[in-house]
T-cell receptor, first 115, second 118 residues
Framework: GAVVSQHPSWVICKSGTSVKIECRSL??????MFWYRQFPKQSLMLMAT?????????EQGVEKDKFLINHASLTLSTLTVTSAHPEDSSFYIC???????????FGPGTRLTVT | AQTVTQSQPEMSVQEAETVTLSCTYD???????LFWYKQPPSRQMILVIR??????QNATENRFSVNFQKAAKSFSLKISDSQLGDTAMYFC???????????????FGEGTQLTVNP
């Protein structure tokens, strides 16, 4: 149980275009989802926290107009990178948690390459 | 704000031997959880072990155990009988406990790359 999926696993897009990454909890209801960014050989940096049905809370320094997060249902959250640029190339990881548990379940990550 | 420090960027160990990874943290909170996560080359984050701060007994999970020193704010991970599959990046993480679990989030250390040599 407690499986989180991400789609796509790897995406290449051209500079200036937008790309959407999906995060799904497959066998539980995720009241809270988290989005992280990870550069090679570095740690995970929290970008934003989203609660189902509410606006996401972004960490300081994260552009909310560039990284649009939607958590419209208890099993799906999406991260849209708008007007992507090469510096947005990174590994994006989501995690999910239920209302009554502190434990976060991580997705397998999405590698974004902007050319 | 909480900070988590892992002072060993890289470590290596021979197969079947024991290795200890260090982690220190800084917080003024009294109620929190500590975690060790493993990130193998696949980059899937895997929970290795967790420790509740209110528990004095050190957590153990098979070959993995921790040395939790609350007063010193130290949380080291010991891996016994190291296996080739233990090769991974290991992250120490801190979570402050709120009244609502939805408010809690993880703060990660910089990571330690562990290589197990045959």
């Amino acid at each position: 149980g407690a499986v989180v999926s991400q789609h796509p696993s790897w995406v290449i897009c051209k500079s200036g275009t937008s790309v959407k990454i999906e995060c799904r909890s497959l066998d539980f209801q995720a009241t809270t989802m988290f989005w992280y960014r990870q550069f090679p050989k570095q740690s995970l940096m929290l970008m934003a926290t989203s609660n189902e049905g509410s606006k996401a809370t972004y960490e300081q320094g994260v552009e909310k107009d560039k990284f649009l997060i939607n958590h419209a249902s208890l099993t799906l959250s999406t991260l849209t990178v708008t007007s992507a640029h090469p510096e947005d190339s990174s590994f994006y990881i989501c995690s999910a948690r239920t209302r009554d548990s502190y434990e976060q379940y991580f997705g397998p990550g999405t590698r974004l390459t902007v050319t | 704000a909480q900070t988590v420090t892992q002072s060993q960027p890289e470590m290596s160990v021979q197969e079947a031997e024991t290795v200890t990874l260090s982690c220190t943290y800084d917080t003024s909170e009294n109620n929190y959880y500590l975690f060790w996560y493993k990130q193998p080359p696949s980059r899937q984050m895997i929970l290795v072990i967790r420790q509740e701060a209110y528990k004095q007994q050190n957590a153990t999970e098979n070959r993995f155990s921790v040395n939790f020193q609350k007063a010193a704010k130290s949380f080291s991970l010991k891996i016994s009988d190291s296996q080739l599959g233990d090769t991974a990046m290991y992250f120490c993480a801190f979570m402050k406990l709120w009244g609502e679990t939805s408010g809690s989030r993880l703060t990660f250390g910089e990571g330690t790359q562990l290589t197990v040599n045959p």
